[in-house]
C-alpha cells in the first residue's frame, strides 16, 4: 500500500514558472526523500530531508518538511522543458525500506 | 547514471511462466532492494537483501523471492506468472549506514504477462 499521497496528482506549467508539488504521510518518519522518474525509467534521488529538519536546498529544488501536518513540499523554480517527469516523495520508516506515494505529473510547457 | 545495471530491460510471458531477473548493483554498495511498479502507480517494495539475507520483505506472496550473490549482485525470481504481475521491476542499491538512506536505482525491467 502507498503510505505518502503527492498533489497534485498532475501539474501543467510554463517555462520558466514554479512548480510546487505536496505530499502527504501516515506514519512517523526517520526521513523524507523525493525521486525523480523519467518516462518508463529508473527513479534518480533529488533530495533528502530528515525528521528533524525543516527546510532544504539543492539547486532549483526546494524541500520542506512539517512533521506535526506529516506533509512535505517540493518546490522546482524556473521550471525547464527538461523538469518535465513525474516526482515522487518517498518516505523512510526502517533502514532504506522506502514507501513511495503515486507521484505528480509534471509537464512543463515550452 | 547510477551504475546499478538491470536486465532484460524488457519480457514478455504467460500466465503460470516463471521469470529471472537480475541486478548488479553500484559498486561498493552491500544492500539490494526489489520495487514493483505498477502503470500509473509509484513503486512498492517488494524485498531487500543485504548480506546475502533477506533484510525485510513488503507485502508480495512467497512466489516473489530473491537471491543476492557475494559480489553483492541479486535475482528477483517470480513464480505462477499473474496478469497483475506486469510491471516495471525496479532494483536499488545502497550503503546501510546511519547517515543516508537514498537508493540508487537502475533503469528497471519491463515485464508484460499475457
Known amino acids: 500500500s502507498q503510505q505518502g499521497e503527492e498533489d497534485p496528482q498532475a501539474l501543467s506549467i510554463q517555462e520558466g514558472e514554479n512548480a510546487t508539488m505536496n505530499c502527504s504521510y501516515k506514519?512517523?518518519?526517520?526521513?523524507l526523500q523525493w525521486y525523480r522518474q523519467n518516462s518508463g525509467r529508473g527513479l534518480v534521488h533529488l533530495i533528502l530531508?530528515?525528521?528533524?529538519?525543516r527546510e532544504k536546498h539543492s539547486g532549483r529544488l526546494r524541500v520542506t518538511l512539517d512533521t506535526s501536518k506529516k506533509s512535505s513540499s517540493l518546490l522546482i523554480t524556473a521550471s525547464r522543458a527538461a523538469d518535465t517527469a513525474s516526482y515522487f516523495c518517498?518516505?523512510?520508516?526502517?533502514?532504506?525500506?522506502?514507501?513511495f506515494g503515486q507521484g505528480t505529473r509534471l509537464t512543463i510547457n515550452p | 547514471e547510477t551504475g546499478v545495471t538491470q536486465s532484460p530491460t524488457h519480457l514478455i510471458k504467460t500466465r503460470g511462466q516463471q521469470v529471472t531477473l537480475r541486478c548488479s548493483s553500484q559498486?561498493?554498495?552491500?544492500?539490494v532492494s526489489w520495487y514493483q511498479q505498477a502503470l500509473g502507480q509509484g513503486p512498492q517494495f517488494i524485498f531487500q537483501?543485504?548480506?546475502?539475507?533477506?533484510?525485510g520483505r513488503g507485502n508480495f506472496p512467497p512466489r516473489f523471492s530473491g537471491l543476492q550473490f557475494p559480489n553483492y549482485s541479486s535475482e528477483l525470481n517470480v513464480n505462477a506468472l499473474e496478469l497483475d504481475d506486469s510491471a516495471l521491476y525496479l532494483c536499488?542499491?545502497?550503503?546501510?549506514?546511519?547517515?543516508?538512506?537514498?537508493?540508487?536505482f537502475g533503469e528497471g525491467s519491463r515485464l508484460t504477462v499475457l
Open positions: 536499488a542499491s545502497s550503503l546501510i549506514v546511519e547517515s543516508t538512506g537514498e537508493l540508487f
Open positions: 506514519t512517523s518518519i526517520n526521513n
Open positions: 537483501y543485504y548480506r546475502e539475507e533477506e533484510n
Open positions: 530531508i530528515r525528521s528533524n529538519e
Open positions: 559498486s561498493g554498495h552491500n544492500t
Open positions: 518517498a518516505t523512510d520508516r526502517e533502514a532504506q525500506k522506502l514507501v
